[in-house]
């Protein structure tokens, strides 16, 4: 059974840190771009960052630049966003997502992913 679960998420004060994971199983992420997004009340969903499979390059919405890091651990099956200096305007639900394709094209377009995780809670507020 193909999955993602995305973990790691919580309540956190503005300024603080949290590192999402988001472990795959059911098949291998070796192969596949991994997307992040997030969606809070109200809004659309949007995309917060891409790291491709074959380099490890990254890609971050404006937003996110320079606080968000995402990173992966192919042994392990898992990729990870560390999030920090966070703000409150960071509050939403996270999801990772799964492209069948090494590389982020288009990455901040949801059609391009073939799997998504159930997404964990981030909330920022003191």
């Known amino acids: 059974q193909v999955q993602l679960v995305e973990s790691g998420g919580g309540l956190v004060q503005p300024g603080g840190s949290l590192r999402l994971s988001c472990a795959a199983s059911g098949f291998t992420l070796d192969y596949y771009a991994i997307g992040w997004f997030r969606q809070a009340p109200g809004k659309e969903r949007e995309g917060v960052s891409c790291?491709?499979?074959?380099?490890?390059?990254?890609y971050y919405g404006d937003s996110v630049k320079g606080r968000f890091t995402a990173s992966r651990d192919n042994a392990k099956n898992t990729v990870y966003l560390q999030m920090n200096s966070l703000k409150p305007e960071d509050t939403a639900v996270y999801y990772c997502a799964a492209h069948r394709d090494r590389l982020c094209v288009l990455w901040v377009r949801r059609r391009e992913y073939d799997y998504w995780g159930q997404g964990t809670q981030v909330t920022v507020s003191s």
């Open positions: 790291i491709s499979s074959n380099d490890g390059s990254t």
